[in-house]
């Protein structure tokens, strides 16, 4: 599977920005998903992650109840709705796919994605 994300871009802090991930080919719901990010100078860390199915969610602490996790299956896409964003959430956001059974969270470790979109960069000031 082939991933793009998109929808980064420049937002004072408090702002919002709505990432999108879209996805080819036609077994995206074999696929369980996941945003990271990476600040410069820093490791790329998790963010949030989906079910395949888009039943279960799971995020970061940083993030927790400012970020919303989404998936269509029908279209192929995964979106992150970012909310109350701090200069602290500026990086490159990644979307990554790894396969799964059905039942099983999504990893967070980076390491266990099978494959990766190309990042959008989401800058945030103060």
């Known amino acids: 599977v082939q991933l793009q994300a998109s929808g980064g871009g420049l937002v004072q802090a408090g702002g919002s920005l709505r990432l999108s991930c879209v996805a080819s080919g036609r077994t995206f719901s074999q696929f369980a998903m996941g945003w990271f990010r990476q600040a410069p100078g820093k490791e790329r860390e998790f963010v949030a992650a989906?079910?395949?199915?888009?039943?279960?969610?799971y995020y970061a602490e940083a993030v927790k109840g400012r970020f919303a996790v989404s998936r269509d299956n029908y279209r192929n896409t995964m979106a992150l709705q970012m909310n109350s964003l701090e200069p602290e959430d500026t990086a490159v956001y990644y979307c990554?796919?790894?396969?799964?059974?059905?039942?099983?969270?999504?990893?967070?470790?980076?390491?266990?994605?099978?494959?990766w979109g190309q990042g959008t960069l989401v800058t945030v000031s103060s």
């Open positions: 989906i079910t395949r199915s888009g039943g279960g969610t």
């Open positions: 990554a796919a790894v396969r799964t059974i059905m039942t099983v969270p999504p990893p967070r470790d980076d390491h266990e994605y099978d494959y």
